[in-house]
C-alpha cells in the first residue's frame, strides 16, 4: 500500500512538474500547446477511469506503458471518434511528457524509452480550402462599411489575408506591435514564439485606422490588449472567427457558388494568401519566411495546391472536348486533477 501511494505522488509530481514548470520556464511553449497538453491528459484520465476502472487521484506510473497507451490512442478513435489527426496530437503529448519523464524518473527510463518508441499513425493529406484572388476579392467586397460591425469584420478579415497570420496570432495581436508609419509593416509571434515582420499594405493601413477610430485606439498605441474583439469587447475566440467568416462566405456564395468554398476556416486565408504570393512568382524562400515557416517543406505544400489547381482547370477544359470511352497539486480528488488540467493554457 505504502509503495502504490508512492509511485502516485510520483506521477502527479510528474505531471504537475511537466506543467508548470518544463513546459512554460524550460520549453517556452504557447498557451495553445499547454492547452493541447493538458486535454491530452483529460482524456487519459478518462480513458483510465472508463476502461480500467482507475480513477485520475489513484493512477500510478506503473499504469503507463507501451501497451496501455497504444490501447488509449485505439479508444480515443473507436470509442471517442476522434480524428487521426487528433490522435496523433494526443501522442505527441504523451511523448513530450515521457521526454521529460526520462530525464526526471531515471529509474523508469526503459517504461518511457518504450512509449517513445511509438510512431504516428499514416493519416491522408487533408485537403487545403483555399479562395482564388478573384474569390476573396469577392468575398471582402461583400463585407459593409458603412456600420461598425462591418468595419470591425473587414478589418479582421483584410487583416487575416494581408497578413497571413495563424488564428491564434490574429487573437493575440496587440496594437503595440503594429507600425502605422512608414514603412508599414507588424510584428507577429508564431509557434515557439517566433518572432517575424510582415509587411502590410497602404489599403490595410486605411482599414485600420478607420476601425481603431471607432473601438477609440490611437495610432502608435502601445496597449497589449488584442487589437480585434467580438460584439461585447472580449477576446476574440477561433470559433468567433470562424462564424464572422461563414457569415460572409454564406451570403457570397449564394450568388457566386463556384468562388466560395463549401469550407472556409481562419487558416484557409492563410492557404489564401501563400498560394497567391506563389502565383506572383514571389521566391518560395520568401513566402516560407512571410509565413514563418521553419521549413520550406511545409511551405512546398502550397506549390502543389497551386499544381492541382491548374491540373484540375486543365481536366475540366479537356472533359469538354475530349469523348469518354465509354466504361505540484492535491492529487487526492478526480474534481481538484480535472479543473486544474482545464484551467491550463487557457
Not at 491528459?41 to 506503458?65: G, M, Q
Not at 487533408?126 to 468595419?151: N, W
Not at 497589449?224 to 476574440?236: A, S, T, W, Y
Not at 521553419?294 to 511551405?299: C, Y
Amino acid at each position: 500500500m505504502k509503495k502504490q501511494r508512492t509511485e502516485n505522488n510520483d506521477l502527479a509530481q510528474l505531471v504537475s512538474e511537466f506543467f508548470e514548470s518544463y513546459l512554460p520556464k524550460e520549453r517556452g511553449v504557447s498557451k495553445h500547446t499547454v492547452r493541447s497538453y493538458s486535454n491530452t491528459f483529460l482524456n487519459l484520465y478518462k480513458f483510465f477511469k472508463e476502461t480500467k476502472e482507475i480513477p485520475a487521484h489513484k493512477l500510478t506510473v506503473t499504469n503507463l506503458s507501451r501497451e496501455s497507451i497504444i490501447d488509449y490512442l485505439n479508444w480515443l478513435e473507436e470509442s471517442e471518434n476522434n480524428t487521426i489527426s487528433t490522435r496523433n496530437a494526443r501522442l505527441a503529448g504523451i511523448k513530450a511528457f515521457c521526454q521529460f519523464a526520462q530525464y526526471k524518473d531515471i529509474s523508469q527510463i526503459s517504461r518511457w524509452q518504450k512509449i517513445l518508441s511509438l510512431k504516428s499513425k499514416r493519416t491522408d493529406r487533408p485537403i487545403v480550402s483555399f479562395l482564388t484572388q478573384e474569390g476573396m476579392k469577392t468575398l471582402l467586397s461583400a463585407v459593409p462599411t458603412d456600420t461598425v460591425q462591418g468595419r470591425r469584420h473587414l478589418a479582421l478579415l483584410a487583416f487575416m489575408y494581408d497578413t497571413g497570420a495563424r488564428a491564434s496570432e490574429i487573437i493575440n495581436f496587440a496594437p503595440i506591435s503594429l507600425n502605422l508609419t512608414k514603412p508599414y509593416h507588424i510584428v507577429l509571434f508564431g509557434k515557439g514564439r517566433k518572432k517575424r515582420i510582415v509587411p502590410i499594405n497602404d489599403r490595410m493601413v486605411e482599414i485600420l485606422k478607420a476601425y481603431m477610430y471607432d473601438r477609440h485606439i490611437e495610432i502608435g498605441s502601445t496597449d497589449k490588449q488584442p487589437l480585434f474583439v467580438n460584439n461585447h469587447g472580449r477576446k476574440l475566440t477561433t470559433a468567433g472567427l470562424s462564424h464572422i467568416i461563414k457569415m460572409y462566405a454564406d451570403l457570397v456564395r449564394e450568388e457566386h457558388p463556384d468562388l466560395i468554398p463549401e469550407r472556409l476556416s481562419p487558416h484557409s486565408f492563410r492557404h489564401s494568401k501563400a498560394t497567391h504570393l506563389l502565383q506572383a512568382g514571389l521566391n518560395i524562400i520568401y513566402v516560407r519566411d512571410f509565413l514563418g515557416h521553419s521549413s520550406i517543406k511545409t511551405t512546398e505544400v502550397y506549390v502543389r495546391l497551386d499544381s492541382e489547381q491548374k491540373r484540375k482547370a486543365l481536366e475540366a477544359a479537356a472533359s469538354e472536348i475530349v469523348p469518354t470511352s465509354g466504361n505540484g497539486q492535491d492529487w487526492n480528488k478526480d474534481e481538484d486533477l480535472i479543473k486544474w488540467l482545464k484551467s491550463l493554457g487557457r
